[in-house]
């Protein structure tokens, strides 16, 4: 499929790098492309990644991954407009700058916020609850992470599962869009594991089934 990524950061960066890695084609969509501290991005002999503005990355594909920090998501979505027809992936947490906790919850989410500036694309919120370095190999652990995707379209839905199952992780369908309301504090959990409680980042959520 052809994925644009607005943001060559931890996640971007991450994911990108592990769709590529599975035949995807990426198109890194960047406030300055031409910004060498991005061409670690697009290195990876063989694989189809490119520098791109946002409009031209968002042009160039029928996914669109939100990896930006929270503030910066509605001018990166205003940026990659017109987004009619688009699958948005919203992997954003609203954090406060200090990480104490969310800026938006419960009544809302961020990915709500984000259907609203999308105009026309089907958001499906995901990999908001784990870390960048797991979404860049979540096959190192005994179990298979889970990631939960939400979101309203099932079309759309179906898409992103079949994207996060692609690249190791025990995708789920965790229901309607409303459920980002418990998926974006389910990532101030892993954060707070992560910082606060000295776990550092090599943790993983999964998913338990009883046997048979
Ligand atoms: N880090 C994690 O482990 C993790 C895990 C799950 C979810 N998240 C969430 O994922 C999002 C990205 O996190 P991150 O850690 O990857 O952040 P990051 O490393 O700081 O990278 C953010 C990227 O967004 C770009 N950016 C900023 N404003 C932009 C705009 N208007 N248009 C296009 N690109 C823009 C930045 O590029 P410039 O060079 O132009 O500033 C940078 O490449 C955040 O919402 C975060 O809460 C993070």
Not at 184 to 195: D, F, G, V
Request: glycine share 12%; with cysteine.
């Amino acid at each position: 499929m052809n994925i644009a990524i607005l943001g060559g950061g931890h996640v971007g960066g991450a994911l990108g790098k592990s769709w590529a890695g599975r035949g995807h084609a990426i198109h890194f969509g960047l406030r300055n492309p031409a910004d060498p501290k991005y061409r670690q991005l697009a290195a990876g002999g063989g694989l189809h990644i490119t520098l791109a503005t946002v409009a031209e990355a968002s042009k160039a594909a029928e996914i669109v991954v939100v990896a930006t920090p929270w503030p910066a998501a509605k001018q990166a979505l205003a940026d990659a407009s017109p987004l009619a027809g688009k699958i948005i992936i919203d992997c954003t947490n609203p954090l406060k700058s200090d990480l104490s906790g969310l800026e938006v919850g419960h009544t809302t989410s961020a990915a709500e916020q984000i259907a609203g500036w999308a105009q026309g694309g089907q958001v499906v919120k995901t990999f908001n609850h784990t870390g960048a370095g797991n979404m860049a190999n979540p096959g190192r652990y005994p179990l298979r992470p889970v990631m939960f995707v939400c979101g309203d379209d099932a079309h759309a839905k179906k898409t992103v599962l079949d994207l996060v199952q692609d690249i190791g992780f025990d995708a789920i369908d965790a229901g309607p869009l409303t459920m980002a309301r418990e998926l974006e504090p389910l990532a101030m959990l892993w954060i707070s594991l992560a910082l606060k409680q000295k776990l550092g980042p090599n943790i993983a959520f999964a998913l338990m089934r009883a046997k048979a």
